[in-house]
């Protein structure tokens, strides 16, 4: 089997994509594996570093002001798909999945015209602009969300299989965690925050607004907090300002590199909503408050934590919501659910956000590439005869 994978410019493009190939190569340990993607997305450090061969495809969005750009973005979307065909000429995948992003839609594209098996996936509730161009000419689009299937028009080529994941066996339960991470039995409970691994300036001062006015004066609750790497002298400067250093229970650091282990040690989580990230907190059934970015493209992160907010199972603070001195509305929910009186709703809410995990998205993924390679073959071959 020889798989071509593609999807660029996020993390959350580019790690569905690697999951799926650590899926398939579980299962398949001959597979031949390779991705495309673009110099400048973030796929050029992830791919090599998951050990797959990475081969380039030059692509870029257009600007949505008159820029000179977007003449070579024209030239781009004409030229791309050409070069697409001679790189899947010369790896000659049975299979090609695209996951988002620009560099998708000249390869699957491509692919899809010279008859390879193609499938996409889409983690956000609203899909990107590559997986709307390509919708018909796929073989299959994966959702993570049940709605998005109606921006897509519907159909029998859409399934709902959830979001796959990296690692998805180092899932554990809250007491093991927290005696593994040395969390001290005096903490009852534990509050994680983080804006992603480059940081968050907005969320991070709302963070630190929360923990001046609640955490450190609540013993009882051991807070860690990611402050990501752009933000980190700026956020560590107001963390020693509001005297946060001082405090025995309360952490901040650069970025979580056990993100499995803190997530399950986690009473509340406050993060992005990010499809990945929304996939984390669903998967692990935690109650979570979101503070979504303004900064993405169709505002997707606001209509994925939308989808959870309206069926309870998150709550929903834009970066809007928290602006002013004191964050009050942050500060006030994160401690009612931390208190006796919002246990129930806090339970009622982990119960809530499971209902959106799909546990073995991954194998459900794998195996429907195989049947769908498998039919068109089968199809090919009938038409051969």
């Known amino acids: 089997m020889r798989v071509l994978m593609t999807g660029g410019g996020t993390g959350g493009h580019v790690n569905p994509a690697l999951a799926i190939a650590d899926t398939i190569r579980k299962y398949d340990p001959t597979a031949q594996i390779a991705y495309v993607g673009t110099r400048r997305g973030i796929e050029s450090k992830l791919v090599p570093a998951a050990g797959y061969p990475l081969y380039f495809v030059e692509i870029q ?55 390879i098996p193609c499938a996409l996936h889409e983690s956000n509730a609203a899909p990107g602009v590559a997986v709307r161009m390509l919708a018909s000419e796929v073989d299959r689009i994966y959702l993570n969300f049940e709605e998005t299937g109606a921006a897509l028009g519907g159909g029998d080529k859409l399934l709902r299989v959830g979001n796959p994941v990296l690692h998805p066996s180092e899932q554990t339960d809250r007491a093991s965690a927290r005696r593994t991470l040395g969390i001290p039995d005096r903490y009852k409970y534990c509050i994680l925050s983080y804006g992603g691994s480059m940081g968050a300036e907005r969320l991070n001062y709302a963070v630190l607004r929360l923990m001046r006015d609640f955490t450190s004066k609540h013993p009882e609750v051991f807070h860690l907090h990611a402050s990501g790497a752009i933000e980190r ?22 970025y979580i590199y056990d993100m499995p282990l803190q997530m399950a040690a ?24 979101f503070i979504p970015s303004p900064n993405v493209t169709n505002n997707h992160q606001v209509r994925n934590a939308s989808v959870l907010a309206d069926a309870g199972a998150a709550v929903l603070f834009e970066e809007k919501d928290l602006e002013g001195v004191d964050a009050a509305p942050l500060t006030e929910k994160a401690a009612y659910l931390l208190s006796d009186a919002g246990a129930s709703a806090r339970h009622a809410m982990e119960r809530a956000i499971r209902a959106f995990a799909v546990p073995d998205a991954n194998d459900r993924i794998y195996r429907d590439l195989m049947e769908l390679v498998a039919k068109k073959n089968a199809a090919r071959e009938g038409k051969e005869k």
């Open 266 to 289: 986690a009473d509340l989580v406050i993060c992005r909503a990010g499809a990945m990230t929304v996939s984390e907190v669903a998967l692990n059934g935690k109650c979570t408050i």
């Open 61 to 115: 969005g257009m600007k949505r002001s008159l820029s000179l750009s977007n003449l070579k973005t024209a030239w781009l979307t004409l030229t791309s798909p050409h070069k697409a065909k001679k790189l899947i000429r010369e790896f000659a995948p049975d299979l090609v999945v695209g996951t988002g992003g620009y560099v998708s839609w000249p390869v699957v594209r491509a692919a899809a015209r010279m008859g």
């Open 233 to 254: 002298e700026l956020c560590g400067q107001w963390f020693r300002e509001l005297g946060l250093d001082r405090c025995e229970n309360i952490r901040l650091v650069e």
